[in-house]
């Protein structure tokens, strides 16, 4: 048994500078122009990585598209922002690409479908392709909403993955997929049922185009929340469907998706149950797995979410873990009061194995309100073995000038294991040839103190304050802890 016994006061600076790990930062242009981070990745050529979402410019007095720069270490170098008569607001596909120094994410205008590029050589931002989705000058003579959208620079395939109107009251809706460029395709399945939406689109590594879908009926009915796939190859021809399978799961998807390096795909949602015992039974946010020919595997529902009527709670986004030992998830949990005075969702990233079992959550906070909804938006492994994840704070109660903008972006850089390591701050080596053990930060900022062992060995850690008086004692029996 090890034991550490720490007096609660600054630590004194000693040995030198912690090496960075993680960063946890928020964007707030200008007090009145809120912002909203949607997706992120990590641009290992230039070293850097780029956040884009949208913001509300007061010049021109309406939202638009930005793209912010960051370097390794989480300082901002630049925003560029999208402003012309015809602004595109980033929608919340959480998915973006980066090719050949141009960064794609999928937007849309008053009346149009687009997808904005970001030059990261001319640092411009651009429209590159754009259609309209409604029947007025629309090359697919359709009403078109559009969900998410996958760029395959191999192909020259841009693809919307939505949903097609077929009256000119919404009321019947049919799954879509459509290819916007020089082809100008569509694909439906052909039944024209009612309440479908493709919320979800990944190339597989054969090739095909995998879609996510959701059917359910209107009025909402929990118990027919069905989610399946379709499978399409290069010219938008069906290659098989899943959706007469008598297994599909009942869940309302969302719009997290990956493919793994199995080709086994992953969806984010939840399931509604109105009938359900408890108040946050009627959103259980979770996972859906299915194997590479699009049989279902598992469901897992992971969160902390207590209350969830609101839905606050919900994952957005998943990749493969770098360790190729499961999935990492990226969303928020909510906590909500009966009387509805409080809701709350706090920004928080988890990782579940391959057979769904969860491995571990954290949540982190950003500003403090009763009504306050933090979560992270996307989520992207990094070439240094960690994860960046981006997403808003929205604080309802925002009225003085330092709660300003109310909605804000925020982004977070952690390790491997969802922890953020604080950047440039010392450690305290305590005798660490004999003990292997680490404390940091030093001096403490914000409300954690890490403490490492590498050694197999008991931890017991005693608290003191500068009275000598006991405050609280901890024990651990797992090596290699943090």
């Known amino acids: 048994m090890k034991y550490i016994i720490l007096i609660i006061f600054n630590l004194l600076l000693v040995n030198g500078l912690f090496a960075q790990q993680g960063f946890k930062e928020q964007i707030a242009i200008e007090i009145d122009e809120p912002n909203q981070g949607l997706h992120v990745l990590e641009d290992t050529i230039n070293k850097q990585y780029l956040v884009s979402g949208q913001y509300f410019d007061q010049e021109i007095g309406r939202w638009t598209a930005f793209v912010s720069k960051y370097d390794l270490n989480g300082e901002i170098e630049a925003i560029f922002t999208l402003r012309n008569d015809t602004v595109p607001i980033l929608s919340q596909t959480n998915h973006s690409v980066l090719f050949d120094n141009k960064y794609y994410m999928g937007g849309r205008g008053p009346s149009t479908t687009d997808i904005v590029v970001y030059n990261t050589l001319t640092n411009e931002v651009n429209v590159g392709k754009s259609i309209e989705r409604f029947r007025t000058n629309n090359v697919f003579n359709k009403n078109l909403i559009f969900w998410s959208f996958e760029f395959s620079p191999i192909d020259s395939i841009t693809l919307i993955a939505g949903v097609e109107v077929l009256d000119d009251e919404g009321i019947e809706t049919n799954a879509a997929v459509f290819e916007i460029g020089n082809r100008n395709r569509i694909f439906t399945d052909g039944n024209e049922l009612k309440n479908q939406i493709s919320l979800g689109i990944r190339k597989n590594g054969k090739g095909e185009f995998v879609v996510a879908t959701l059917n359910s009926e209107r009025p909402l009915n929990a118990a027919k929340d069905t989610t399946y796939l379709y499978f399409l190859d290069t010219d938008l021809n069906l290659i098989r469907s899943t959706f007469s399978y008598t297994d599909n799961p009942n869940f309302r998807l969302g719009k997290g998706m990956d493919i793994d390096n199995h080709d086994n795909i992953v969806v984010t949602g939840a399931q509604h149950s109105p009938g359900g015992s408890t108040r946050d039974a009627r959103n259980l946010q979770g996972v859906v ?118 909605i804000r972006t925020i982004i977070l850089k952690v390790d491997k294991d969802g922890l953020l390591d604080t950047t440039l701050v010392s450690v305290l080596d305590i005798d660490s040839q004999e003990n292997n053990l680490s404390i940091y930060p030093n001096p403490v900022i914000g409300d954690h103190l890490y403490i490492t062992q590498s050694l197999d060995q008991d931890l017991r850690i005693a608290v003191y304050n500068t009275q000598g008086q006991l405050m609280d004692n901890y024990r651990s029996d797992n090596a290699q802890h943090t």
Do not use: C
């Not at 609101?310 to 949990?333: P, T």
């Open 289 to 406: 797995k299915f194997d590479s020919e699009g049989r279902y595997l598992w469901t897992s529902y992971i969160s902390n979410s207590i209350n969830n009527v609101s839905g606050w709670g919900k994952w957005h986004s998943i990749v493969e873990s770098v360790e190729q030992d499961g999935y990492v998830i990226a969303g928020a949990e909510s906590y909500q009061t009966p009387s509805e005075d409080t809701i709350i969702s706090r920004a928080s990233i988890a990782k579940l194995s391959y057979d769904g079992d969860s491995l571990w959550m954290h949540t982190y906070s950003y500003r403090e309100g009763p009504r306050l909804q933090e979560a992270f938006h996307d989520i992207a492994a990094t070439s240094d073995g960690g994860y960046i994840a981006v997403g808003s704070s929205a604080h309802y109660d925002a009225v003085d000038e330092s709660l300003l903008p109310w």
